[in-house]
């Protein structure tokens, strides 16, 4: 019976067993473990016809270091240099690393991800949170989207817009400190036969929203009984 580590090649112990049938128990100490690492235990079994190999861990592998320390793996054990974790290489070799400092235009620093991202055309989510009302996404390219049925809004005024037609205006506070720009808003919703629309999307921190409608159905302090949905895009901070 013999063990070896995972990190290094070498037997701690062996046992020769003496059987006269197919049942037998033994044990054996084995010393000589270093409690920081974790070990891969094998035990073989074989005589003159056939050999069997079972084995087991001490523990489960969480970080491993490639030997002489140009390699981290996750979850595994390192067998090459690098970052990695399941499979998947997340740093750049040299020659990687040139062409995208070459792409990016870095030439000192670290290459951020969003910016090769957005330089070979790719957008993808990289945060998702909930901010007050307000479901918001960050993209890659420094882009983000917030979007919510709205619930709470500062009720502004009540104005005749003309012979027709009534303007109810509230205030919808944006999530705090997320936009740097706003580059598109979009709002969906009837109320007492009037439709929503919105005022300038420059104030990065609220937003007008307006409700056209042809009667008044309350007074110009009270929210109307039905909100609409709104999505806004544009650039985070």
Known sequence: MSSGAKQTSQSFSS????INSYEFDTSTVISGFDPTLTYEIAAELFDAHAKSTTSMFTGKIVISRYPGGDGVTFFDEATEEGLNCRGVRYDLKADELASMRNLTGISLGLVGLGKILSKLGFCIPIQKTKE???DVVRYSDGSCQA??????ITPIAMVQWNSCWWR???N???PENLFKTISNVQISG???GGVYTCGSSTNTKVLQVVLLMPTPAW???QVPAELPFIKIDGRYK
């Open 132 to 134: 007050g009302q307000f």
């Open 190 to 192: 009837h109320c007492n």
């Open 172 to 174: 919808l506070s944006l």
């Open 219 to 221: 007074a110009a302090n």
């Open 168 to 170: 109810w205006i509230g």
């Open 147 to 152: 979007s919510c049925q709205i619930k709470q």
């Open 15 to 18: 046992k020769n067993v003496q």
